[in-house]
């Protein structure tokens, strides 16, 4: 297998590339003035047999990092390579999956048309947002949790037994996940977000919780409103201790400290995205499922 980490990725497709014995394949990127990328492969990828692997997340920079991405995997295939498999830790645009209002554009659906006309043979993302829109791929795409890797962080933290939550109810099946290793139940809470002003407001639902620690689980941490509301409403119900888990922390603006003042002891997330709270790596998770050849 050939690796090529992309600039948004490369920590972690070096890992990746470690735990898989993958030759790498590093990408020279340049920037130009008006910020464009120009993307140069630095090794041969010209092979029949063996499959190429490009890593690159799609955090902020979103629109740059994907244009990265679609550069790379062209390049991979108009050098030769002919079987790529193209992982895309954190996928932006996921939110969008439906017309949500008259008049929209199905984001993820344009994003998942140009994965494909720039010559994936094999997707490979980690906790999107919606995983049925994994089937609007032609090419075979498959779903990684990390949520067991972070529940496994908080155990060998000494919260076995917290109870794992949802901040909605999209989130219920993260904290159900959590629960098998920190068996200390699950639920989830009413989120409801105003589809023009994006602002949301979380139904302060009743839990035993009085002096237990709490976990509370979601897929993407991004201005931190969703779980600094759930953590206030568990701290005001008598939680001990709140955390905060998100496998994508974006964290923008004052998303840490949004969570931070609204009592949580503390965040962690994954390296899908790279943030100062990143301390669980997918690496591990990504590998194993390369090695599961075109799933
Ligand atoms: C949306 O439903 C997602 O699962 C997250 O809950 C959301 O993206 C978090 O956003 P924020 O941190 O801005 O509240």
């Not at 996928?91 to 494909?116: H, N, W």
């Not at 993407?220 to 496998?247: D, E, H, L, P, W």
């Not at 997330?269 to 669980?280: E, F, I, M, N, Y």
């Amino acid at each position: 297998m050939i690796v090529i980490p992309g600039p948004a990725s490369r920590e972690l497709g070096e890992k990746v590339a470690k735990l898989t014995n993958s030759r790498i394949v590093n990408v020279n990127l340049q920037t130009f003035p008006d910020g464009e990328s120009k993307i140069k492969l630095d090794g041969v990828v010209e092979d029949e047999d063996e499959e190429v692997v490009i890593i690159q997340s799609t955090e902020p920079p979103q629109d740059t990092h994907f244009m990265q991405l679609f550069l790379m995997v062209d390049a991979a295939r108009d050098l030769g390579a002919r079987n790529t498999v193209t992982v895309v830790p954190y996928l932006a645009y996921a939110r969008q999956d439906k017309r949500f209002l008259p008049g929209e554009a199905v984001s993820i659906e344009t994003v998942i048309k140009l994965l494909e006309a720039s010559g994936t043979n094999r997707f490979l993302t980690v906790n999107t947002h919606e995983e049925s829109i994994l089937k609007k791929f032609t090419v075979p795409a498959e779903n990684l949790s990390a949520i067991s890797l972070l529940a496994e962080h908080f155990k060998n933290k000494g919260l076995k037994g917290a109870l794992s939550l949802a901040p909605d109810k999209g989130a219920l099946r993260l904290a159900q996940e959590a629960d098998k290793v920190l068996n200390g139940g699950s639920g989830w809470l009413k989120k409801e977000r105003d589809l023009y002003t994006g602002e949301i407001s979380v139904e302060a639902k009743r839990f035993d919780i009085e002096g237990k620690d709490v976990v509370v689980f979601d897929d993407i941490i991004s201005t931190g409103g969703t779980i600094a509301a759930a953590s206030k409403i568990m701290k005001k119900q008598g939680a001990r201790r709140v955390y905060a888990a998100g496998v994508h922390p974006l964290l923008i603006g004052e998303a840490q400290n949004k969570i931070m003042k609204s009592g949580a002891e503390g965040i962690i997330g994954t390296d899908c995205v790279s943030s100062p709270v990143s301390v669980v790596s997918v690496a591990p998770l990504i590998a194993e499922a390369l090695s599961k050849r075109g799933v």
